[in-house]
């Protein structure tokens, strides 16, 4: 439920801002970063609202997490959901901008609605952005609920507005270079979706990409988890 929501509001909103004859119709990369922060936020929220005390929404957050403590047998019952509900929120945004998709012309715009694309198409540099950026998430999601900081009594019941300005801030910062999937959910499921669903004049998936915004968010989740262990978050 979680991460289906952080979808049907993220993509959401980049379908607003790309796609044509949308009230939001070319808005910019401000709106679309402030309406994934508020789709992070909202997400969290669901999931703890539905019965989940960690609201994992993302696969490289939960791989990071296992690698921090040595218990890995969440993993997969948990990217099993989050690949679902990440489906499920794309199906939701076909469905509530339907008749847009015969509007714009360039299936480019189309596929962007659903997942990532670098700026300037380089393996190893993108790789490395995902890297990196899913680095500072999953370590700083653990500081914002490091006993440090929880103690100050500052995370509690802020926990998600944090993390919702955190992604924000990410990307901002981080983004330019491949559009910050920094999920491989949120990435794969609607590309996914993309693929199935009979979208207006859709071109390809661009599959030959679809593996680096899967596989850096995981490397990065990954070395997170390391450095938190390491630094005792």
Known sequence: MGTMVLVLLGDGVVAGVLLKRSKAESSGWIVITAGWAIAVMAGVFTANACGSKDAHINPA?????????GDFHKLAPYFAAQML???????????HY?????????PSLKLGVFCTAPAIRSAGANLVSE???TLALVV???????????????????GPYLVGSLVWGIGL?????????????????PRLAHAILPI?????????????????????GAIAGVLIKIVGL
Do not use: C, M
Not at 61 to 69: D, E, I, K, N
Not at 141 to 146: K, L, Y
Not at 147 to 157: E, R
Not at 180 to 185: F, G, R, S
């Open 173 to 189: 910062s981080l983004g330019g270079t491949t559009g910050y999937a920094i999920n491989p959910a949120r990435d794969l499921g």
């Open 61 to 69: 957050v939960t791989l990071g997490f296992a690698v921090a403590s």
């Open 200 to 220: 207006a004049g859709k071109g390809g998936s661009d599959w030959g990409y679809a593996a680096i915004p899967v596989i850096g968010p995981l490397i990065g």
């Open 98 to 106: 339907l008749p847009h998709w015969r509007e714009t012309a360039d």
């Open 131 to 133: 890297i990196i950026a």
């Open 140 to 158: 700083v999601i653990a500081a914002i609920f490091s006993k440090a900081v929880v103690q100050t009594g500052l995370a509690i019941g802020l």
């Open 85 to 95: 509900g990440a489906l499920l929120g794309a199906a939701l945004v076909w469905l």
